[in-house]
């Protein structure tokens, strides 16, 4: 081989390289935790995607029959709370909070690795897995304990138009402010508790960004505050605006402080370029409410906020299943609690 040639090929793996790098962070949420604002605990949530996920709201009552939907020796349950939720593609639960005031956040990624399925261990699906942690779970001190101390596995799968494998971490929150992510590398969780943890973006894994944010301005270093979509850049913006916060003086104030800081790590549409045709647009975002369990939604399609009140709804065991149409019905504003309706349960993605 030529140096000519030679250089031609280091480049073009170089570009391959980078290219691969961009294509695994094409898929790109945010999760802001605001715990000490001594008005309310408010979480905020952008969910970023390549293609319209076709999200609508679900209220689940307390006293479903569960099934993971990971084949053999799958986890079966029977929910303990009722819980409003956020979906994909009506095959899996993307975001929600219970009725006790415990949100879920789970993010895209690409290093997890939940490990060669045992089926000695007991097995959930990756689509229903969040859906596990609200229907089982009061805090997040509990929900830690059940991860340390319960074995379990998750089953991962096909997500999207592209088929590709579903890879996340979770972040968790309840309404005293405490806090988890949960990453699972090499086939093990690592957990990461405590009320400190505020910020979750996507790749590198949390102790990766967490290094890489002491680089900057606020947090010890010299560099000045990045400004691209990559996940590393909006990890150190998001925890910047969040520690830049006023102290608010009511609840508007604290979902609407929150909220301006999910919109400013978001990401817009056509963001052109060459070397990521998958590349992410904030498809929606939300600001939940622990304290008052009120979960508010933003659709980047749609010039209106909607909430709804957890204490609106009918969430006791025996009680429907409801549904909020959010992709035929994109005009809702305001309060919507009383606006869903009844609706045959989705299912939940299985293990083919």
Known sequence: MTDFNKQIWLGGVATLVLLLSFIDQAYTCSRVLWNDNQQAVVVGRSMDWFEDMKSNLWAFPRGMLRDGGAGKNSLKWTSKYGSLVATGYEMIT??????????????????????KRDESIP???????TQYFLDNFATVAEAVRFIETE??????????????????HVALADLTGDSAVVEWIDGK?????????????????????????KQYKAFGGTKE??????????????ARYLESLPEPANKRETIAYLMSVMRNISAPFGVADSLRPNIS?????????????????????????????????????????????????????????????????FDFKKKK
């Open 123 to 129: 097995g959930i699906s990756f689509s229903i897995a």
């Open 225 to 238: 505050l990045p400004g691209s979509e990559q996940s590393a850049d909006r990890f150190v913006r998001a």
């Open 151 to 168: 074995p379990f596995q998750i089953v991962t799968g096909p997500m999207g138009s592209t088929n590709r494998q579903a890879a996340g």
């Open 189 to 213: 969780p690592i957990i990461y508790h405590s009320r400190k943890y505020t910020v979750m973006t996507n790749s590198p894994p949390i102790n990766k960004q967490l290094a890489n944010l």
């Open 281 to 345: 647009t904030t498809r929606w975002r939300i600001v939940a409410d622990l304290t008052n369990k009120v979960y508010y939604f933003e659709s980047t399609t749609s010039p209106n906020v909607i909430w709804v009140s957890l204490d609106k709804l009918s969430l006791r065991d025996g009680n429907p299943i409801l549904m909020l149409d959010l992709v035929n019905d994109s005009d809702r504003t305001g309060d919507v609690s009383g606006q869903f309706r009844e609706s045959t349960p």
């Open 94 to 115: 993307v975001d929600g909070i219970n009725e006790k005031g415990f949100a879920v956040n789970p993010l895209w990624l690409a290093e997890s690795d939940y490990g």
